[in-house]
């Protein structure tokens, strides 16, 4: 069978299985059947599969109309312009999360003009709940001067940032740190950016098949109003950073103005930022108020 037959039938199969944008779906699998790029698919649909190629698609097929993800199958995605690798062990980067780390680069590079004249070394970052460490190695690539702690509570996760680390070879300036949210950071940071489980439980059910039955319940449960994490990470955050550090979350929809409100009790300068969507989708928070760092100082929150 042609290449831009097999393309064909792919895709009918997963339309007819309820598999949206079928025909992107379809070229995604073929072209991991023939480890092909892009330009390289296009200009060989007249090609013929051979009949091992042609039972790789079907197996590839088989596991897509169950709904796992084609980044599960596939094993990478791509995020900031970088590939990673990614299995049911952590959640697929998000293109959305891709604004969180846009604005720590904002952020960074006006703060590393002052280190710069000053003489200083690059800044010292937190990414909590890493996942696939895809937000801590896109900054790792961008900022070759900064260290970039990386946590997580889930160690299966941390296996897979450890993979990706090693892949862009960041592995030296990105620690992995197991533990829950800032507790295992050694020492205080800069900046501190997390995009946390934030899903209210009683909208678990109501997320596609490919999210809730694939992806790790522990990457997307925020507790009953989403926030459990969020808000406990807010509380701890002044305690781990530097006098004039900054904090960035990513926020569900809907999340924005309650967790601006949150970062508000700490931080003088409160942002947010919408995705390309036009979602609120990232808070920050700069210039922590004298009576957080003391109360950070003595373990208290207000
Ligand atoms: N953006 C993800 C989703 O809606 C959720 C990620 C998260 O909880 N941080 O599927």
């Given at each position: 069978m042609k290449v831009g037959q097999a393309w064909k039938d792919a895709s009918a199969k997963l339309a007819a299985g309820g598999i949206e944008d079928a025909l992107m779906e379809g070229e995604l699998l073929l072209r991991q059947t023939l480890k092909m790029e892009r330009s390289e698919f296009y200009s060989g649909l007249s090609g013929e599969l051979t009949t091992s190629e042609l039972n790789r698609l079907k197996e590839f097929l088989t596991q897509r109309l169950t709904h796992k993800p084609s980044a599960y199958i596939r094993h990478v995605k791509e995020f900031y312009g970088l590939e990673f690798y990614v299995d049911e062990r952590v959640l697929i980067p998000r293109p959305e999360t891709e604004l969180l780390v846009e604005k720590v680069l904002e952020m960074v590079h006006s703060r590393l003009t002052l280190r710069q004249a000053q003489g200083g070394e690059g800044l010292l970052i937190a990414d909590i709940g890493?996942?696939?460490g895809a937000i801590a190695v896109a900054l790792a690539v961008n900022l070759p001067r900064s260290r970039i702690f990386a946590t997580d509570i889930s160690g299966e996760a941390l296996e897979v940032a450890e993979i990706n680390c090693r892949k862009h070879g960041v592995a030296d300036r990105v620690p992995l740190l197991s533990g829950d949210?800032?507790?295992?950071?050694p020492q205080p940071v800069d900046i501190i950016i997390a995009n946390l489980p934030y899903v209210p439980d009683s909208e678990l059910l109501n997320l596609a098949p490919e999210v809730r039955w694939y992806e790790p319940r522990l990457a997307l449960s925020g507790g009953p109003d989403g926030l459990e994490y969020i808000r406990r990470l807010i509380d701890q955050g002044p305690a781990k950073l530097k006098p004039g550090g900054a904090l960035l979350l990513e926020v569900g929809m809907g999340q924005a103005e309650v967790v601006a409100g949150m970062v508000h009790r700490y931080f003088l300068d409160v942002t947010v930022y919408s995705d390309l969507a036009g979602i609120p989708r990232v808070v920050g928070g700069e210039g922590i108020t004298q009576m957080s760092l003391i109360s950070g100082c003595l373990n208290l929150t207000f």
């Open positions: 890493t996942g696939s949210l800032l507790t295992p950071l």
